[in-house]
């Protein structure tokens, strides 16, 4: 007998709601169906073309261009990874694309991809199998053989390396240049902003006295013109180097323009009128 009473206590219709409730809870409304007019439905007939047009215009050559050369670029970044994390062996774009997760590229972007961008690509490598590796300008990966090749550009006078070329052989290339310590010398370009290293070949460093050092730090030159300075120099028996004289005016006849080479004119013989001279009269 209790268990039929609870029963049919917890029994409750589905419309009763406690009045607490009652303010909270939304009732549905009921959707007014209406005839549609004519121009109601034109109205939705462009509504419908316009996004049409939209759609289409979404995907033009410009977007696909650029889809192209995102994708390039992860492939790209993919292989560049690889390489600096010990990985030399060559995988295939299929597999390139599986470990990049992208499964939803069209068959032209994929023959494109293995046929012409990767090949042409002056970065990458091509493998017997028709697969690709990172190739970066110079074959190093430890940080001796960058301490060789420095001293070796050094010997030859072939200047410095980008850091960028370095970055992509080593790994961790900032902490491998600052073990070098200083046999190393870094650079920024002030044209390009791009970092550069050189090898610093402590035989040609000058040792310098620490009383000459202190001599010259104590002499101070602020506001002084260079004529006083060659005035100084001049009373104390000392002439100045000949490459810090300036460079000599042109005189007058250098500054004149030359003409440009003309043809010379031809002479231009005038007819006279000897065959009828008796004929002519003289007027006064």
């Not at 992208?102 to 990458?124: C, G, Q």
């Not at 290339?173 to 290293?197: E, F």
Request: hydrophobic share 30%; with cysteine.
């Amino acid at each position: 007998m209790m268990l039929g009473r609870e029963s049919k206590v917890c029994r409750k219709r589905p419309g009763d709601v406690p009045t607490s409730f009652q303010s909270q809870v939304k009732k549905p409304r009921l959707g007014v169906t209406r005839n549609c007019s004519s121009n109601e439905i034109s109205a939705q007939h462009e509504a419908l073309n316009v996004a049409l047009q939209s759609s289409v215009k979404f995907c033009t050559p410009q977007r696909e261009s650029q889809g192209r050369f995102s994708l390039l670029c992860r492939v790209v970044n993919y292989l560049k990874k690889r390489h600096l994390d010990g990985l030399f062996a060559a995988p295939s774009v299929e597999e390139i694309l599986d470990e990049l997760f992208i499964r939803d590229e069209t068959k032209s972007n994929f023959v494109r991809l293995e046929t012409e961008a990767l090949p042409n690509n002056p970065k990458i490598g091509i493998a017997p199998g028709g697969k690709f590796y990172f190739q970066p300008k110079y074959d190093i990966h430890i940080r001796m053989e960058i301490y060789g090749l420095l001293k070796h550009c050094e010997i030859n006078g072939l200047g410095g390396i980008e850091y960028e070329d370095i970055a992509e052989c080593v790994k961790d290339a900032d902490k491998v240049v600052k073990s070098l310590g200083d046999t190393v010398l870094a650079y920024t370009n002030p044209r390009t902003k791009k970092r550069v290293i050189y090898f610093n070949d402590a035989r040609f460093d000058l040792r310098v006295g620490t009383d000459l050092v202190e001599m010259w730090r104590s002499v101070c030159v602020e506001g002084v013109s260079e004529n006083q300075v060659q005035d100084y120099l001049t009373k104390h028996g000392l002439t100045k180097m000949s490459g810090d004289e300036p460079s000599r005016p042109r005189c007058e006849e250098e500054k004149k323009c030359k003409l440009p080479n003309r043809r010379p004119r031809r002479q231009v013989d005038f007819k006279s009128n000897s065959h009828v001279k008796d004929i002519l009269l003289h007027f006064p």
